[in-house]
Protein backbone atom coordinates (compact mmCIF):
# COMPACT_ATOMS: atom_id res chain seq x y z
CA UNK A 1 0.00 0.00 0.00
CA UNK A 2 0.52 3.48 0.16
CA UNK A 3 3.73 4.97 2.54
CA UNK A 4 4.05 9.11 2.43
CA UNK A 5 7.53 10.25 4.02
CA UNK A 6 7.27 13.75 5.26
CA UNK A 7 10.91 15.92 6.86
CA UNK A 8 11.63 17.54 8.37
CA UNK A 9 9.38 16.96 11.77
CA UNK A 10 10.25 20.24 13.32
CA UNK A 11 11.31 23.56 11.45
CA UNK A 12 12.27 26.75 12.65
CA UNK A 13 12.64 29.65 10.52
CA UNK A 14 12.91 33.63 11.36
CA UNK A 15 10.00 35.69 10.12
CA UNK A 16 10.07 36.78 6.38
CA UNK A 17 12.33 33.66 5.88
CA UNK A 18 11.08 31.05 3.92
CA UNK A 19 10.11 27.55 4.85
CA UNK A 20 10.30 23.99 3.01
CA UNK A 21 8.68 20.59 3.64
CA UNK A 22 9.12 17.87 1.36
CA UNK A 23 7.09 14.55 1.40
CA UNK A 24 7.95 11.50 -0.73
CA UNK A 25 5.48 8.79 -1.59
CA UNK A 26 5.45 5.22 -3.06
CA UNK A 27 2.34 4.84 -4.73
CA UNK A 28 2.83 5.98 -8.16
CA UNK A 29 -0.75 5.47 -8.57
CA UNK A 30 -1.74 8.06 -6.26
CA UNK A 31 -2.63 11.25 -7.95
CA UNK A 32 -4.04 14.16 -5.81
CA UNK A 33 -1.98 15.85 -3.15
CA UNK A 34 -3.45 18.12 -0.27
CA UNK A 35 -1.69 19.88 2.30
CA UNK A 36 -2.56 20.70 5.34
CA UNK A 37 -2.25 22.98 8.18
CA UNK A 38 -3.54 22.30 11.64
CA UNK A 39 -3.86 24.76 14.46
CA UNK A 40 -3.37 24.05 18.50
CA UNK A 41 -6.52 22.52 19.49
CA UNK A 42 -8.15 21.96 15.87
CA UNK A 43 -8.80 20.26 12.81
CA UNK A 44 -6.60 20.56 9.76
CA UNK A 45 -7.79 22.84 6.97
CA UNK A 46 -6.66 22.22 3.46
CA UNK A 47 -4.04 24.98 2.36
CA UNK A 48 -3.35 24.17 -1.29
CA UNK A 49 -3.49 21.03 -3.25
CA UNK A 50 -2.27 19.56 -6.32
CA UNK A 51 -3.28 16.70 -9.09
CA UNK A 52 -1.09 14.69 -10.76
CA UNK A 53 -1.09 16.05 -14.39
CA UNK A 54 0.27 19.82 -13.00
CA UNK A 55 4.06 20.19 -12.04
CA UNK A 56 3.60 23.23 -9.54
CA UNK A 57 0.65 25.31 -7.86
CA UNK A 58 0.67 28.87 -6.08
CA UNK A 59 -1.39 30.59 -4.06
CA UNK A 60 0.06 34.10 -2.68
CA UNK A 61 2.68 33.09 -0.28
CA UNK A 62 2.35 29.25 -0.54
CA UNK A 63 3.21 27.07 -3.38
CA UNK A 64 2.99 23.49 -3.87
CA UNK A 65 5.56 21.57 -6.39
CA UNK A 66 5.07 17.78 -7.95
CA UNK A 67 8.03 15.68 -8.97
CA UNK A 68 6.19 12.26 -10.33
CA UNK A 69 9.19 10.89 -11.42
CA UNK A 70 11.05 11.02 -7.97
CA UNK A 71 7.66 10.47 -6.49
CA UNK A 72 8.03 13.29 -3.97
CA UNK A 73 6.06 16.50 -3.53
CA UNK A 74 6.86 19.96 -1.73
CA UNK A 75 5.43 23.01 0.26
CA UNK A 76 7.34 26.24 -0.32
CA UNK A 77 6.08 28.94 1.90
CA UNK A 78 7.29 32.67 1.45
CA UNK A 79 7.65 35.64 3.33
CA UNK A 80 6.81 33.50 6.93
CA UNK A 81 4.78 35.10 9.22
CA UNK A 82 3.89 34.28 12.57
CA UNK A 83 0.34 33.08 11.93
CA UNK A 84 1.74 30.55 9.99
CA UNK A 85 3.25 28.70 13.05
CA UNK A 86 1.52 25.20 12.72
CA UNK A 87 1.54 21.76 11.94
CA UNK A 88 1.65 20.82 8.52
CA UNK A 89 0.49 17.25 6.78
CA UNK A 90 0.84 16.12 3.40
CA UNK A 91 -1.04 13.28 2.09
CA UNK A 92 -0.86 11.51 -1.13
CA UNK A 93 -4.45 10.12 -2.39
CA UNK A 94 -4.31 6.77 -4.27
CA UNK A 95 -7.19 4.49 -5.88
CA UNK A 96 -7.93 1.35 -4.01
CA UNK A 97 -10.47 -0.30 -5.11
CA UNK A 98 -12.47 2.09 -6.63
CA UNK A 99 -12.35 4.43 -3.43
CA UNK A 100 -9.57 7.16 -3.11
CA UNK A 101 -8.22 6.89 0.84
CA UNK A 102 -5.96 9.58 1.90
CA UNK A 103 -2.41 8.77 3.45
CA UNK A 104 -0.87 11.31 5.53
CA UNK A 105 2.96 11.88 6.01
CA UNK A 106 3.32 12.04 9.77
CA UNK A 107 3.41 15.99 9.84
CA UNK A 108 5.93 18.85 10.10
CA UNK A 109 5.58 21.43 13.13
CA UNK A 110 6.91 24.76 11.65
CA UNK A 111 8.01 27.85 14.31
CA UNK A 112 7.97 31.23 12.83
CA UNK A 113 10.49 33.10 15.34
CA UNK A 114 9.69 36.88 15.55
CA UNK B 1 -22.76 28.46 8.25
CA UNK B 2 -21.78 25.11 6.55
CA UNK B 3 -19.01 23.12 8.69
CA UNK B 4 -18.44 19.52 10.62
CA UNK B 5 -19.15 19.63 14.27
CA UNK B 6 -17.45 17.40 16.78
CA UNK B 7 -18.95 17.01 20.34
CA UNK B 8 -17.39 16.93 22.91
CA UNK B 9 -13.94 18.80 22.70
CA UNK B 10 -13.03 16.53 25.83
CA UNK B 11 -13.96 13.43 26.95
CA UNK B 12 -13.05 11.33 30.24
CA UNK B 13 -13.71 7.67 30.39
CA UNK B 14 -12.71 5.13 32.72
CA UNK B 15 -11.60 2.17 31.46
CA UNK B 16 -13.82 -0.94 30.17
CA UNK B 17 -16.74 1.93 29.06
CA UNK B 18 -17.70 2.47 25.73
CA UNK B 19 -17.96 5.74 24.56
CA UNK B 20 -19.83 7.16 21.37
CA UNK B 21 -18.27 10.37 19.71
CA UNK B 22 -20.67 12.70 17.65
CA UNK B 23 -19.84 13.95 14.46
CA UNK B 24 -22.17 16.17 12.43
CA UNK B 25 -22.15 17.92 9.03
CA UNK B 26 -24.45 20.15 7.37
CA UNK B 27 -22.17 20.27 3.69
CA UNK B 28 -24.70 17.64 2.36
CA UNK B 29 -20.96 15.71 1.40
CA UNK B 30 -21.93 11.67 1.08
CA UNK B 31 -18.60 10.57 2.13
CA UNK B 32 -17.48 10.84 6.03
CA UNK B 33 -14.02 9.47 7.88
CA UNK B 34 -13.45 9.20 11.58
CA UNK B 35 -9.44 9.71 12.05
CA UNK B 36 -7.17 8.87 14.91
CA UNK B 37 -4.34 11.31 16.04
CA UNK B 38 -1.12 10.43 18.20
CA UNK B 39 1.76 12.90 18.81
CA UNK B 40 4.56 12.45 16.48
CA UNK B 41 2.26 10.42 13.76
CA UNK B 42 0.48 11.26 10.98
CA UNK B 43 -3.64 11.02 11.03
CA UNK B 44 -4.32 7.08 10.82
CA UNK B 45 -7.81 6.29 8.97
CA UNK B 46 -10.31 4.22 11.46
CA UNK B 47 -13.75 4.06 9.10
CA UNK B 48 -14.97 5.43 6.41
CA UNK B 49 -18.51 6.10 5.05
CA UNK B 50 -19.11 6.43 1.44
CA UNK B 51 -23.23 6.89 1.89
CA UNK B 52 -25.98 5.94 4.32
CA UNK B 53 -26.09 2.88 5.74
CA UNK B 54 -22.50 1.89 4.28
CA UNK B 55 -19.32 2.02 5.97
CA UNK B 56 -15.61 0.08 5.31
CA UNK B 57 -13.02 -0.26 7.91
CA UNK B 58 -9.81 1.58 7.49
CA UNK B 59 -6.65 0.86 8.57
CA UNK B 60 -7.10 0.48 12.47
CA UNK B 61 -10.70 -0.08 13.00
CA UNK B 62 -9.82 -2.72 15.53
CA UNK B 63 -12.04 -2.04 19.02
CA UNK B 64 -13.92 0.91 17.17
CA UNK B 65 -17.66 0.74 15.72
CA UNK B 66 -19.42 3.25 13.22
CA UNK B 67 -23.17 4.03 12.23
CA UNK B 68 -24.43 5.60 9.21
CA UNK B 69 -28.27 6.19 9.53
CA UNK B 70 -28.27 9.59 8.29
CA UNK B 71 -26.17 11.42 5.78
CA UNK B 72 -25.26 13.99 8.21
CA UNK B 73 -24.16 11.64 10.88
CA UNK B 74 -21.56 9.54 11.70
CA UNK B 75 -20.72 8.91 15.33
CA UNK B 76 -17.78 6.72 16.34
CA UNK B 77 -18.05 4.39 19.44
CA UNK B 78 -14.23 3.14 21.32
CA UNK B 79 -15.26 -0.04 22.77
CA UNK B 80 -13.49 -1.32 25.47
CA UNK B 81 -11.98 -3.65 23.14
CA UNK B 82 -9.59 -0.72 21.64
CA UNK B 83 -6.34 -0.93 23.95
CA UNK B 84 -5.13 2.23 23.89
CA UNK B 85 -8.50 4.77 23.48
CA UNK B 86 -6.42 7.59 24.47
CA UNK B 87 -6.14 9.94 21.58
CA UNK B 88 -7.48 13.46 19.78
CA UNK B 89 -10.54 11.50 17.17
CA UNK B 90 -10.97 13.83 13.99
CA UNK B 91 -13.95 13.56 11.89
CA UNK B 92 -13.88 14.55 8.25
CA UNK B 93 -16.39 14.84 5.14
CA UNK B 94 -15.64 15.06 1.47
CA UNK B 95 -18.51 15.67 -1.05
CA UNK B 96 -17.36 12.20 -2.59
CA UNK B 97 -15.26 9.78 -1.86
CA UNK B 98 -13.60 9.49 -5.27
CA UNK B 99 -11.46 11.61 -7.24
CA UNK B 100 -9.57 12.88 -4.89
CA UNK B 101 -11.92 15.36 -3.28
CA UNK B 102 -11.29 17.73 -0.49
CA UNK B 103 -11.72 16.76 3.01
CA UNK B 104 -13.27 19.09 5.38
CA UNK B 105 -12.39 18.32 8.79
CA UNK B 106 -14.05 18.75 12.26
CA UNK B 107 -12.77 20.31 15.30
CA UNK B 108 -11.47 16.91 17.09
CA UNK B 109 -12.37 15.32 20.01
CA UNK B 110 -9.51 14.73 22.51
CA UNK B 111 -10.29 11.46 24.17
CA UNK B 112 -8.89 10.65 27.45
CA UNK B 113 -9.07 6.91 29.37
CA UNK B 114 -7.80 6.06 32.62
Known sequence: GENVEQHPSTLSVQEGDSAVIKCTYSDSASNYFPWYKQELGKGPQLIIDIRSNVGEKKDQRIAVTLNKTAKHFSLHITETQPEDSAVYFCAASPPYSGTYKYIFGTGTRLKVLA | ??????????????????????????????????????????????????????????????????????????PLTVTSA???????????????????????????????VT
Open chain 2, 1 to 74: DGGITQSPKYLFRKEGQNVTLSCEQNLNHDAMYWYRQDPGQGLRLIYYSQIVNDFQKGDIAEGYSVSREKKESF
Open chain 2, 82 to 112: QKNPTAFYLCASSMDSGGGYEQYFGPGTRLT
